[in-house]
């Protein structure tokens, strides 16, 4: 049936369930209260799952604190499941089924019910299922904004996150009988499966948007909520469109969803501001985004601070100014010796280091290297062993974490479970130190004299261009001809043959779990699998990391991983990035987590304690 039918008879479609009226919890809501975030970056796009939107770490921080989600991350690489925004079960394991479940009574903040249509789209844009074959993405993406373009009639392209799991449901879902549930079919085990579905945008939103049709009865359009009938249409029509695969319909759809989201500098249309979190977007202008309680969150994240206000300060010596002055009441600025000293001078802050997710390393070139002198183990081997690996961390971390330390697993962080034991365990003693005699001889039983390593990174951060002469001073040692192959567009040359012998840049490891592992150390893997790496019996144990549910199943096949790409002479990790978070006295509650969304991931547990900072203006 054509979606346009479906819409044709919106006044015969039965009203979803009433929306409750009423407030968050006044217990929790501390009148006046307000926080100001320093961040970095800007608003782009009101969608974080877009390519374009997925560019701004901020736009991911904004959507974490207004959306709603199966579960969602601790600050100690756990899960903590929201039984009050829904369940996620598995029903059954070949194929593995997972019944997604909203809970009873869950709105949109414009009073629409929350419905499996909304899970279904999200379906949709994030798994790929729906789009035409052979669509090449770059042709659309304007290369002056990074903006995804107007697709052609005819042609299907959700322009979404792939990776996260939602990518192995090629099957399209089906809705339960209960009129809360979807039932979600995996091509194989993905360990993520409680994270791998949410719903972001709001379905009936999206519909209205790509069918120009009103979401309120006439000389009603500025009502905040939306009216039912339309709205329970505008949903049906989406599961239709989708069970259908109509491709006009598709079509329209996912012009919505690549685009109609990003900010382009006027004020957003309210309607693009629905939430279904704790907080929803109040105002966007340069430099901020304010956000304000949801009226109509009823789940277990109540917050207790009334408005949040992100605001964008790049500058340190600003930032100094803006706690002094009492404008910012918490920040987490990229680490520097100088600026801790000065923030922790001020009155009332409090300033922390700590470690992130994301690591520093440096990988190999197992074929297609510039050289080709690190397709013998040997020499691969014979290089890791005089990278100064201790003088890195001494000389460019410890400055700004004073008990930062080597890190040495390749798959597990400091912190997480397992990563003492795999240490203990998996050879990286003996790269903690260098070993310039061990090198020498390696090289002479390969035969390789004088080997050139050119080495890949980005010349505009200062602590790589400073790690890179140090590797080289101590490669020198040995006889390596350590040479420069940084240029400002390295992320473009990762992977590309013949371009570099090593790289040294960063992973960013913030999704929970072994589901990472696959995209960077699988043979056969197209996302991550960077430096051409193959070992059929690594394949196996990632195979097993990914291929249960059971933690301590997980943790076993993660530890004989890490030994062995040790022993293969994969790479080195470095060390875990730094942070630095400062903190007025004026909240409590505030802590960070080692993964994406950093001081944020706790957001509506913070509590004002002396009067909070002042509007900035």
Known sequence: MSILRVLAGT?????????????????????????????????????????????????????YLTGSAFAYPDSEYGLVEDESFGTAEITAEDPLTVRYTIAKGVTWSDGVPVTPADLLLAWAANSGALDSEDVEPEAYVDSGTGRFGELPEGVVYFDGARGRGLELATQTPQLGDDGRSLFVHYDAFTPGWRTALAPGLPAHVVVARAFDLPLRDAGDETAPDADPSLAAAAQEALVEAIEDADTAALTALANVWNGAYDLTGAAPDPDLLVASGPYR???????????????????????????????????????VRAFQEGRVDIASPEPDAELASHLADVEGVTVTAGTEATFEHIDLQFSGSKSGVFDDARVREAFLRVVPRQQIVDELVQPVQADAALLDSFVLRPGAPGYEDAVAENGSDGYRSTDVDAAVELLAE?????????????????????????????????????????????????????????????WDTTRLGPSAVAAVFRSDSAVANLNHFSDPAVDELVDRATGSDDADEQTAALRELDAALWDAAYGLPLFAHPTLTAVSDRLTGVTRSPLARGVLWNAWEWEPGEPAATPSG
């Not at 050119?454 to 140090?470: K, S």
């Not at 567009?489 to 040294?504: E, F, P, Q």
């Open 281 to 319: 977007v109040e105002t966007v202008t340069d430099g901020s985004v304010t956000l304000g309680v949801n009226p109509r969150y009823r789940g277990s994240r109540a917050p207790a601070i009334e408005t949040l206000v992100l605001a964008t300060v790049e500058d340190p010596a600003e930032l």
């Open 11 to 63: 006044a015969a479609v039965a009203v979803a369930a009433a929306a409750l009226a009423g407030c968050t919890d006044q217990n929790r809501v501390v009148d006046g209260s307000r926080a100001t975030v320093a961040v970095s970056g800007s608003l782009t796009s009101l969608n974080a799952n877009s390519s374009y939107g997925r560019a701004s770490a901020l736009n991911a921080d904004v959507a």
């Open 446 to 506: 390969a035969g390789s004299t004088s080997p050139e390593v050119c080495i890949l990174y980005d010349p505009a951060d200062p602590r790589r261009v400073a790690a890179f002469e140090l590797i080289q001073t101590s490669a020198a040692r040995a006889g390596f001809r350590v040479t420069d192959c940084s240029r400002a567009d390295w992320t473009a040359m990762l992977g590309v043959a013949g371009a570099y012998d090593a790289a040294l840049f960063a």
